[in-house]
């Protein structure tokens, strides 16, 4: 792959689509101010999250050091639940054993996964000629505009109400005002509905998993992932095999940590899933597929991470907790939003592509120079992690296979040539 | 301390901004101590080694420790706060070179020189922010001396950047001090002046200061490149510029 190319490309869209684009410096503005607020709150409010967050550090660090033997333990937790688990090598393969659950003809409720979003699962499975639905109301803007998540958590941070607004009445027919929020919202609601209560499949990522008990966290505050993970017949989730830790114990001190720097003081709903529904009120006769799904089959995928948790120059960034607080603190994200990125977002964004999403080390150069370096995301960062040292250590794999962006190559030759007058 | 090198000189040049390269040699001569310039152009080789290219790095700072470590100076002084951070971390820690001086932000070494009370210093009516570099603040923890010594001018008023989450676990604004962005104008020039100005209009002109300073180099560039693209009625001084303005040894 040509990297001047990609430069080239790259260069278009962060500047033409993001830096220069009115409606994403609005719309960035308004969730800088509204995170930063909301999230100093949450921590003044519950100050014991920092000692917290140092603890799942520790928690992250011991169960990726261990996380074949974590994953293995939750593949036993989940099928002694009567859940069916599988282990996916890459994307493709993880789309392969998605694609054979699900089949065709099927209609398909998604909860916001960036897991799913790696893998283009949506795609895979549309592919396959099922209709399938973001319900996440971000992922559902993003859907409709046939683009990419902008942030970790906040999928369509970029696209302002009135931006909504069009979209809603182009789609879906919906008619709202644009400056109302709360009618955009309400009609997603309508629409969504009734494609939860007639869903085949429902799909989901997890925030953790508890290997000892085979339980996923997931936490949400729309309801959505309530109603995609309890109405359909069968349930899938998608996971990373970083997602794993030890203990219930431990999944919740992650899951409280996660959404407290999301900037939520306590989000709408934390779900704890084991496995299918089942009942015993019938003579204790435990018998699985009461009300909710008849199935859970959980896809544990590595695609690249085994590999960064090899690597001692990246594997913090397995510790990400994906709560994206990182991202408002970024002085670049500020002005361009997700174009700075390539599949995952931002500097941490562009660690994980250069593992999991990049076919090519190429394909994430120019954003690996896009960093300033500051560290800010590092003060924010729960987990402490260091996302300037990895990026450094990214560009040093790039020097190294001669992939620098055009303007890296003119400053070294600048240098050497300063050197030899 | 009677004699220090001075590092920046030219970087300073090469950045067009030859007055804050005078007006440090100034602040030297004001305060009685001689100072040396390497004497070769050799860099510290922060963007070399960021960059990616370590070992590149790594040779050219093995040059740079062999033509000062045998100068005869007591300390090194800089504005850049990415050089004095490199020399006192990466060099040892590295590359395997320990330099036989303590280096200093220029305010840590005026503020060891001024922060007595025989230096009187004249009024300023000026509201002015202070911009905490990056290295300087938030990887070096250098907070209290460049507010101490600011804090000395009879009639100026200074201000932080303001951000939700100061004081809490005891950090400071020097920790969430925004980047202006500069070294992207080496990485990507078409982004640069989007980052800078947007810091100048989002964290600074709501304040409505008069004037803007920072204590690092590199930071300035980027904070009147943002001032110059988005024309906003501020000026932005070196931390020395301001100490200049107001002390007359």
Known sequence: ?421 | MKKVLYYGSSNLQYQQMAEVDEGIRELFAKAGVEYVVPPLEKHCVEGLYTFGYKEEARKEAIQFYEMVKDLDVEAVVTPYGASQYMWETTYPDEFGLKLPFPFYNVTQFFHKILMNEDVKFEPLPLKLVLHDGCTVGRKMGIYKEPRELLGKIPGLTLLDLPHPSVGIEGTTAADWSTCPGSWLNITIPELAEEVEMNFVQKDVMPLEADAITTDCANALFGIRMGIMKGNFPLKAYFFTDIINMVWRA
């Not at chain 1, 003044?44 to 974590?70: C, D, G, H, M, Q």
């Not at chain 1, 902008?150 to 919906?174: C, D, F, S, T, W």
């Not at chain 1, 959980?298 to 991202?327: K, T």
Request: aromatic residues 8%.
């Open chain 1, 1 to 421: 792959m040509d990297v001047n190319q990609v430069y080239e490309t790259y260069l278009k869209d962060l500047i033409d689509k993001g830096a220069h684009s009115r409606s994403v410096r609005i719309a960035m503005d308004r969730a800088i101010h509204s995170y930063r607020t909301l999230s100093a709150n949450a921590l003044r409010r519950f100050p014991k999250t920092i000692e917290k967050a140092k603890k799942v550090r520790e928690i992250k660090e011991k169960s990726i050091a261990n996380w074949e033997k974590l994953v293995e333990q939750a593949r036993e937790s989940f099928e002694r639940n009567h859940a069916k688990t599988y282990f996916a090598r890459t994307a493709k393969e993880a789309n392969e054993i998605i694609g054979k659950i699900v089949g065709s003809g099927k209609t398909v409720v998604k909860g916001k996964s960036l897991t799913s979003e790696e893998t283009h699962l949506r795609q895979y499975l549309q592919k396959l000629e099922n209709e399938v639905y973001e319900t996440d109301l971000g992922e559902f803007i993003i859907q409709l505009l046939d683009s990419r998540p902008m942030h970790l958590l906040a999928p369509a941070v970029n696209i302002p109400r009135e931006q909504v607004a069009e979209l809603l009445k182009k789609y879906i027919g919906e008619k709202v005002d644009p400056s109302n929020v709360s009618e955009e919202v309400a009609a997603v609601r309508r629409f969504l509905r009734e494609k939860f209560t007639t869903a085949d499949v429902g799909i989901s990522g997890a925030n953790v998993i508890a290997a000892e008990t085979g339980t996923m966290v997931i936490i949400e505050n729309e309801g959505n992932i309530r109603l995609a993970t309890g109405l359909p017949d069968v349930h899938i989730a998608l996971v990373g095999i970083e997602k794993v830790v030890e203990t219930l114990e431990e999944a919740m001190m992650v899951a409280e940590v996660t959404w407290r720097y999301a900037d939520y003081e306590m989000p709408g709903y934390v779900n704890l899933i084991s496995g299918p529904s089942l009942t015993g009120d019938i003579e204790k006769v435990l018998t699985y597929g009461a009300h909710g799904p008849k199935e859970l089959h959980v896809v544990f995928i590595d695609n690249g991470r085994s590999e960064m948790a090899n690597d001692p120059s990246f594997r913090q960034a397995l510790y990400c907790l994906r709560c994206g607080a990182c991202l408002y603190e970024c002085p670049v994200y500020a002005v361009t939003a997700g174009y700075y990125g390539h599949q995952y977002i931002g500097g941490i964004g562009t660690v994980w592509d250069a593992f999991t999403t990049a076919h090519d080390l190429a394909e994430v150069s120019p954003h690996a120079y896009t960093c300033v370096l500051c560290k800010r995301c590092k003060t924010r960062c729960p987990v402490d992690i260091d996302t300037a040292d990895m990026m450094v250590a990214l560009r040093e794999k790039l020097v190294n296979q001669n992939l620098v962006p055009p303007t890296i190559q003119q400053f070294f030759e600048g240098m050497q040539e300063h050197e030899d007058e």
